[in-house]
């Protein structure tokens, strides 16, 4: 294994999950849609760091990554949206945020402590109390199963604004997620796609090989659920 990873929850319903990795060699991570977008803090051999924001992914993308370096990520509830940085405007790309010295960086004018696995709460506040982190509450209710009364045409808009992604687009990133934990836990590829609603295994391949670029017998590297 070239690449050990660990991840936490958060009580921040901004929060989606906080994730720190350690690269042991050199490799390519192939990072996959996961419904959220991120802040990635890359932490190099002797130690600086650098804060990256990725929008949300449609379709995955190789990373190289060096032996000895790290990261600490903080994925954002797809609810969750910056105005200064529309999902339109973030779909499949990322942007370098400029450092204020070693220990902060500058995010839409304000200075910010770059934060650790531990302390990620403490800049999404500090992000929320600036403006500069809204929730979506229509997304974030669809998402929790309970969705608003608004029209389609009203719902889509909110999730192309917040998201970046349709509302089906995003839903079927959240399948394809379902779907590789369940192989990952062993079940058998018919019986997983049955239960997470494909027409049948060869629908499933289809999907996961689109989104994912996996195949239901090749998952296991698959980490960012």
């Known amino acids: 294994m070239s690449q050990i990873h660990e991840s936490r929850l958060s009580d921040n319903r901004f929060i989606d999950r906080v994730w720190k990795s350690r690269n ?5 991570y192939v990072s996959t849609p996961d419904c959220s977008w991120d802040i990635i803090v890359l932490i190099q051999l002797d130690g600086s760091r ?3 924001l990725t929008g949300q992914a449609t379709e995955a993308a190789e990373v190289p990554y060096k032996g000895g370096t790290s990261s600490v990520v903080v994925s954002f509830a797809a609810g969750a949206y910056m105005p200064d940085y529309p999902g339109r405007r973030m779909l499949n790309l990322f942007e370098m945020l400029p450092n204020d010295g070693p220990d902060h960086f500058i995010l839409s004018g304000h200075r910010f402590a770059i934060p650790t696995f531990e302390t990620a709460e403490d800049l999404v506040a500090q992000m929320e109390q600036t403006g500069l982190l809204k929730m979506d509450d229509v997304v974030a209710a ?9 029209s389609d045409r009203a719902t889509q808009r909110h999730f192309l604004e917040t998201t970046g992604l349709t509302r089906k687009a995003l839903e079927q990133i959240k399948r394809a997620q379902a779907a590789v934990s369940q192989l990952q836990q062993g079940m058998r590829p018919a019986d997983v796609a049955a239960d997470t609603g494909y027409t049948d295994q060869a629908h499933l391949s289809k999907s996961l090989q689109k989104i994912m670029r996996s195949r239901p017998s090749n998952v296991d590297d698959i980490h960012k659920l």
């Open 50 to 52: 650098s804060v990256m």
């Open 142 to 150: 669809i998402i929790m199963g309970s969705p608003k009364a608004l």
């Open 24 to 28: 042991v060699s050199d490799g390519i």
